[in-house]
């Protein structure tokens, strides 16, 4: 008996999963529910394995882009919802720190080298714009990667309800809305006394809360809560860099940087590259250490920090107070440019 040496490629599908994942996608792409869901016709299906929801959207109204998103869970459906309502500048950043799996359908060579073989095993010739379907894995901290066994399981699901839940909402585009409970949404569940297998209920979304439990050495906070204060305001943020890390063939990081400016010389103090190792939650405990960490190097403590997003304000609020250094919530005035520099510099 011969056992098949796992290559550094493989996520667990089968050939058998994947021509279920592509006929499911073939009927989607000749449903077009794209042209009469707008993205927020969201709707819940419950997953068959677990407690977990996952979440579907439907884009391609606007003709650019036509796909099926899934988000797991209440907290990465949040994440979405901001990035809806973020400015459009704010909104490449948010991307990054969302976790979906994704069907797009775009042109061949549109895919992953492996989904290529792929659909070259399977015998697929497919005709006409955006056809050919790609199914990806975005995670906070990662690389754009092919799904593995368990997001493919939530991709299917969720385009076997959408191909019910879409002809319905054509007839009535308020389906997915409670007439009732505006916090609660359509979820698709699973029942086995039906003939279907599958019922309607309106779901309260749990509203998406974190506890930061953040906790700083006292030597690192002693290395700078002595120094004198100067008269200095800085700028601090962290954000996805867009070059990936680590060897090829395997799914490569996304570190995000901590960057720290003065806000009158645009001069950069330092950065720190992070990196999601469990949560993005963990990742960002890390900020206040590493903002230390810069400013011991400087031996400076200023008189005020501002930061733009709402979690690096959270976890740096009990180190400014601390250190008696204001922190401003404002809209950031020369960190931007400073990144925009360094990252037309990384591309070279």
């Known amino acids: ?13 089968t050939l058998e999963d994947w021509r279920r994942l592509h006929a499911a996608a073939a009927q989607v792409r000749a449903l077009e529910p794209w042209l009469w869901m ?13 407690d977990q929801v996952l979440f579907v959207s439907v884009s391609g ?11 797991p869970g209440a907290s990465e459906l949040a994440r979405y919802q901001l990035l809806a309502h973020a400015p459009e500048a704010q909104q490449p950043d948010l991307f990054f720190d969302m976790r979906q799996i994704l069907v797009s359908f775009g042109k061949k060579s549109d895919l992953h080298p492996q989904e290529k073989n792929l659909v070259k095993q399977l015998g697929l010739t ?29 991709l299917l699901l969720a ?18 809305f409670s007439a009732v409970d505006k ?42 809560r002595f120094l004198p204060q100067q008269a200095l305001h800085l700028e601090v943020d962290v954000f996805p860099l867009r070059t990936p890390t680590g060897p090829l063939g395997v799914r490569q990081q996304l570190p995000y940087m901590l960057m720290v ?28 250490a590493k903002l230390l960490k810069i400013l011991a190097k400087n031996k400076l403590r200023p008189a005020s920090l501002t930061v733009q997003r709402f979690w690096l304000g959270t976890v740096l609020h009990q180190l400014c107070v601390t250190l008696d250094i204001a922190l401003r919530s404002d809209p950031l005035s020369v960190l931007p440019e400073v990144r925009r520099d360094m990252e037309q510099m990384l591309r070279g």
Not at 194 to 222: A, Y
């Open 183 to 224: 916090n609660a949404m359509l979820t698709r569940m699973p029942d086995a006394h039906l003939s279907g297998g599958w019922r309607d209920e309106f779901l309260t979304v749990p509203s998406s809360t974190h506890r930061l439990q953040i906790h700083i050495p006292p030597e690192q906070i002693g290395a700078v």
């Open 159 to 176: 385009m076997e309800q959408l191909l019910v839940v879409a002809p319905r909402i054509a007839h009535e585009p308020s389906l997915v």
């Open 261 to 288: 400016v003065d806000t009158a010389s645009m001069f950069v103090l330092g950065f720190e590259m992070l990196f999601v190792q469990s949560s993005l939650e963990d990742m960002w405990l890390e900020a206040p």
């Open 61 to 71: 109204m606007l003709g650019e882009h036509f796909a099926v998103a899934v988000y």
């Open 126 to 154: 497919l005709k006409g714009a955006n056809a050919w379907p790609s199914f990806r894995s975005y995670r906070p901290g990662f690389f754009p990667w092919v799904v593995d066994a368990v997001e493919a399981r939530w």
């Open 1 to 13: 008996m011969t056992t098949q040496k796992k290559n550094k490629d493989d996520i667990g599908l």
């Open 38 to 50: 707008e993205e927020d016709h969201i709707f819940g299906v419950q997953d068959t394995q677990s």
